[in-house]
């Protein structure tokens, strides 16, 4: 089934340390996103791709990084720049060109001790 | 700017009662809208759009009309069961050089048996 993968689903960092969650995708999809979840909050943009080897900031890049080396895939990195990460994090892909219909993973949730 | 309103809740109902969740928006033009759910855990998925104005989406029992003298979509459910409980989001997709899409904050959904 065509989907989109994330990884871990819990993850715990210590702080002063960076960590990586993964997201795969096998639809085709040419645009990728990864979206921050906090507890009774939306969801707000951290980076976007629309093509391999480009991406862009979202609303609230500071203190993450990416990378779209693969249509297939777009890793994001929490660096330790980041204040304040413990969040719930959801990547998610899109056929583009307008259409606004995203598919998300299942999410991944980064605690920071 | 662009912008998705909608109640924030949390919302609780007992099993079989009528749900409303309000939704409006404000953007250039009429885009596509959307609702979103997202389970407890899970990541988000489509639950029904319309495309254009007077349009209604419908899925699950769920409906939602796009209104364009209100700029509303609200969603409804004649029926609700306790397996609704769950989080609800409207969203809307932006003009924008970029397939962005715009989130409410969501709405908390819980169903008592």
């Known amino acids: 089934d065509g989907g989109i993968t994330q990884s871990p689903k819990y993850l715990f960092r210590k702080e002063g340390q960076n960590v990586t969650l993964s997201c795969e995708q096998n639809?085709?999809?040419?645009?990728m996103y990864w979206y921050r979840q906090d507890p009774g909050q939306g969801l707000r943009l951290i980076y976007y791709s629309q093509i391999v080897n480009d991406f862009q900031k979202g609303d609230i890049a500071e203190g993450y990084s990416v990378s779209r080396e693969k249509k297939e895939s777009f890793p994001l990195t929490v660096t330790s720049a980041q204040k304040n990460p413990t969040a719930f994090y959801l990547c998610?892909?899109?056929?583009?060109?307008?259409?606004?219909?995203?598919?998300f993973g299942e999410g991944s949730r980064l605690t920071v001790l | 700017g662009d912008s998705v309103t909608q109640m924030e809740g949390p919302v609780t109902l007992s099993e079989e009662a009528f749900l409303t969740i309000n939704c409006t928006y404000t953007a250039t033009g009429y885009p596509s809208l959307f609702w979103y759910v997202q389970y407890p855990g899970e990541g988000l998925q489509l639950l029904l759009k319309?495309?254009?104005?007077?349009d209604k989406g419908s899925n699950k029992g769920f409906e939602a009309t796009y209104r364009k003298e209100t700029t509303s979509f609200h969603l409804e459910k004649g029926s609700v069961q306790v397996s609704d409980s769950a989080v609800y989001f409207c969203a809307a997709p932006m003009k924008t050089s970029y397939d962005k899409v715009i989130f409410g904050p969501g709405t908390s959904l819980s169903v008592i048996p």
């Open positions: 998610a892909s899109s056929q583009g060109a307008g259409t606004g219909e995203l598919f």
């Open positions: 639809l085709n999809h040419d645009a």
């Open positions: 319309a495309t254009k104005a007077d």
